[in-house]
């Protein structure tokens, strides 16, 4: 018998005392003030009185039976050598699927470092939110000049190949930048390999049968596990693909491709497609439309937010655009419903991008631990009501080929 346990009946079953935390017997009655009247005793409450103290002890009764179902559940477990806080750990543990066909185990969420170390942090705040990142189970991290101690087999790096210096053979897609943008982005950040090398975008200055030979020779040299491609088109990656089973070379496994409530045709139709056909998985950015969703920019452009930095106009000018407004007014009606759900918008938003059939990891992009944990804890599910509730909402739900035929 289990320390602490208590008492087993004959036959392995526990007593109606030991299962509900009661006794049998009934307590003594008090001369006065019984809460039950005697029989044939007219009750002296008004009718609202009644109404309010049978409500009142509804809400009672509700609240014992939780108790009651908690308790025969904990001393089942206890049974078992288990604690319910355990079990309670391991269902809120991260999750990690597939990268699309491949073997490669991915984190459902990856941390994006081109706008986490891109921004204006410290070193030691980029190593601290690594840090914080793996100790909750992120194993994918996207392009890192520093990463948090531990195995480097339980990490997933990647790394991106195409933008390198300023001559024409220190970008594209060829195979001299390639091999050598591959070696240099290795040395930067002092590793042997990396787990998959992209393609970041097409180059139609390099043919693809080049394209394709070069990713193969790198991962037969041992300097990346896979590749994959980034902002190619279904087309384009379709290509590599049937050039890779023509000549017996190494097809992509991924996509990156930008993914939110307001870009979704690519990753809802087109991917899902490629995905069934030949594999190709989808590892996706910007759940947030960079911050667009979390409402920091409902009144306007904040001094200190993306948008007012150097470099990103685009994005002052998206803000402040009709479309813009537009899509302002839809996230405070998501943000009501986020308040209704008990979440944040944020963790709404990265729970609905995680729903998506054939997206392997969703890449988050944060400056602060705080953003990281809140971006962590997002939604265990997705329900099909509130999936429901968001596509009408937004309006913009893709149709697939085979609804349009329908």
């Known amino acids: 018998m289990l320390k602490g346990a208590p008492h087993i009946r004959k036959g392995g079953k526990y007593s109606v005392e030991d299962l509900y935390g009661i006794s049998k017997k009934p307590k003594a009655s008090t001369s006065s003030g019984s809460i039950v009247a005697k029989s044939g005793a007219r009750s002296s409450k008004s009718p609202d009185q009644r109404t309010e103290s049978e409500a009142l002890a509804s809400q009672i009764l509700e609240a014992a039976h939780r108790l009651v179902e908690r308790r025969r559940l ?8 288990l604690s319910l806080a355990e079990c309670e750990a391991e269902r809120s543990a991260m999750p990690y699927r597939n990268l699309g066909k491949s073997g490669l185990r991915v984190s459902c969420l990856g941390l994006g470092t081109w706008v986490t170390f891109g921004s204006q942090i410290s070193d030691e705040m980029a190593e601290n939110l690594m840090a914080i990142a793996y100790e909750n189970g992120v194993n994918l991290f996207d392009t890192a000049e520093v990463y948090a101690s531990g195995r480097r087999s339980s990490f997933v790096i990647t790394t991106k190949i195409y933008w390198g210096g300023q001559a024409e053979t220190e970008r594209g897609l060829s195979r001299k930048h390639i091999i050598e943008g591959l070696r240099g982005s290795l040395s930067r950040l002092q590793l042997d390999y990396v787990d998959i090398v992209f393609a970041n975008r097409n180059d139609v200055n390099s043919p693809m049968e080049e394209i394709v030979r070069a990713m193969t020779f790198v991962i037969n040299q041992g300097m990346a596990m896979y590749w994959g491609t980034s902002r190619w088109s279904a ?38 497609e490629l995905y069934h056909k030949i594999g190709v998985g989808a590892m996706t950015w910007s759940p947030l439309a960079c911050g667009l969703i979390t409402g920091k920019y409902s009144d306007g452009v904040p001094e200190c937010s993306r948008a007012a930095m150097k470099g990103y106009q685009w994005l002052k000018e998206r803000v402040n655009s009709e479309e813009g407004r537009r899509q302002l007014a839809k996230i405070k009606e998501l943000h009501l419903l986020a308040d209704r759900l008990g979440c944040t918008a944020a963790q709404l938003a990265i729970a609905w991008c995680l729903r998506s059939e054939g997206v392997s990891s969703v890449l988050l992009g944060v400056s602060t631990s705080d953003q990281l944990l809140e971006n962590l ?6 329900t099909p009501q509130t999936i429901t509730e968001i596509d009408a909402l937004l309006g913009n739900k893709p149709h697939s080929k085979k609804e349009l035929r329908a």
């Open 74 to 81: 904990e001393l089942y477990l206890r049974e078992c050598g």
């Open 235 to 272: 087309m384009e990656i379709m290509e590599a693909y049937s050039v890779a089973r023509q000549f017996n070379l190494i097809p992509p496994v991924c996509e990156q491709a930008e993914y939110h409530y307001f870009q979704r045709d690519k990753v809802e139709v087109q991917l899902p």
């Open 377 to 382: 804890g997002i939604l265990s599910q997705m």
